[in-house]
């Protein structure tokens, strides 16, 4: 393990005023909760003492790799990883708290809480699989040519409410241990959804489940994920979730601590949350769009272009500037190489099928929405606001790769010196392609 001091300083993960007050930070505490994030997106974690913690705080503590070894339903993979292996004996490796990650966790009594990345004990790297560590190296790679990026994630989810055993039992009970019980005994399309039929934005749906509406904004607000819009969708039980944009760092974290909170939340009322791709066939399945833009170090958007460009190949990217063509061109061009990053899984691709509001080509368009890149640009947005929204993913991907994915494609464009950014563009029926 290399010498604790540089180690803490090189990784910057050391925040001093944070530690110079953490202990009256954690006064009135004796406990707190540690999670780190897995190649899943899925939140691996553990209770300690407050002694434990304070102990551990600044030199970090050995945490198994497993986590790194194993799917979603902890079987370890067949082809076994270098970073963990039944050879190596599932070793240790260093977890590192995020101090500046600090909040409380207001369902469970305001325990605190804080997010953890792992290290290689041996070079006091990041660890490659770490999916905060990945998305942490493309954004320094970024911060070293003076630029920064913004992120934005929505999310849409399905949610089913298991018929109770005992319908006199009080909700509390009827967790999704239930779900699973129901499950075992019962085809998965008998399971019941929170509400019935097709109907997005509306505003008396939400009024049926109207606590765990209003349980679950609030919540978010009081963990530091803000929901910025937050409505029905289109679908039997489907809600969608805008996270409030941001530092993009900070944003997978909060999308990450999304589906934390909701899961959280509904277990108190009886209700699962699913945030699989597709669900349910026949129906749209459950996206995970993001919205990237990159800033200067002042924070200025860079992707507008301050001069309406009025000999532009396309009106459509009058007002996008040179940068942003070539995001957009890398992005475009990237797309199938990271498409196990942005659809992980079997489910994934079921979801990427016609006309269910799903992109199905390398495409992109303005203010479109069967594009698989939709520019968001004036006239209907501000400028400061001009962005990219990626629609390609599911609900169910990894936020740390599905950003640090978009980045490195347009990274590595410039790197190549492709030439005429445009060249990526065909114009199609309906949108760019």
Not at 41 to 65: N, P, Y
Not at 197 to 205: K, N, P, V
Request: glycine share 8%.
């Amino acid at each position: 393990m290399p010498d604790t001091p540089e180690w803490i300083a090189s990784h910057k993960q050391w925040d001093e005023q944070t530690a110079q007050n953490l202990s009256a930070l954690l006064e009135n505490d004796t406990k707190v909760k540690l999670a780190g994030v897995d190649v899943d997106g899925i939140l691996r974690g553990k209770l300690v003492s407050k002694k434990k913690f304070l102990g551990i705080a600044k030199e970090g503590f050995g945490f198994c790799s497993v986590v790194f070894g194993w799917d979603m339903h902890d079987q370890t993979y067949f082809k076994e990883l270098k970073i963990s292996n039944a050879e190596n004996g599932y070793h240790d490796i260093i977890a590192i708290p995020d101090l500046t990650s600090f909040r409380r966790i207001p369902w469970e009594d305001n325990v605190p809480f804080f997010l953890i990345s792992f290290y290689d004990p041996d070079t006091g790297k990041p660890v490659s699989a770490c999916p905060r560590g990945l998305l942490k190296t493309a954004v320094e790679k970024l911060q070293a040519n003076g630029l920064g990026a913004m992120a934005g994630a929505e999310y849409e989810f399905f949610q089913f409410k298991a018929p109770s055993s005992n319908p006199h039992a009080p909700i509390s009970e009827r967790n999704t241990s239930s779900t699973a019980t129901f499950l075992r005994e019962n085809p998965v399309d008998s399971l019941p959804s929170l509400t019935e039929g097709m109907f997005g934005y509306s505003l008396t749906r939400p009024l049926h489940n109207q606590d765990y509406y209003y349980g679950i904004y609030d919540a978010c607000e009081q963990f530091n994920c803000e929901i910025e819009g937050w409505h029905t969708e289109s679908g039997p039980g489907v809600f969608e979730a805008a996270l409030a944009f941001g530092e993009i760092q900070q944003m997978a974290d909060k999308a990450s601590l999304f589906k934390y909170v909701v899961k959280s939340v509904a277990t108190k009322y009886g209700i699962t949350p699913c945030f699989m791709a597709k669900p349910r066939q026949g129906l749209p399945g459950n996206s995970g769009h993001m919205h990237v833009s990159i800033v200067d170090k002042d924070g200025k958007n860079l992707f507008f272009r301050e001069t309406k460009d009025t000999e532009a190949k396309w009106k459509d990217i009058e007002n996008l500037s040179d940068m942003g063509r070539h995001f957009l061109a890398g992005v475009l061009e990237g797309l199938p190489y990271v498409m196990p990053l942005l659809a992980p899984t079997v489910n994934s691709y079921k979801r990427l099928v016609e006309n269910f509001w799903a992109p199905v080509t390398v495409s992109w368009g303005l203010e479109h929405r069967a594009a698989s890149v939709r520019l968001i640009a004036p006239p209907t947005s501000k400028p400061g606001a001009t962005r990219f929204e990626v629609r390609v993913p599911g609900a169910d991907t990894n936020p740390f790769f599905r950003a640090s994915g978009n980045f490195s494609i347009r990274m590595e464009r410039d790197r190549k010196e492709v030439g005429d950014p445009t060249t990526t563009f065909r114009k199609g029926t309906g949108c760019r392609r």
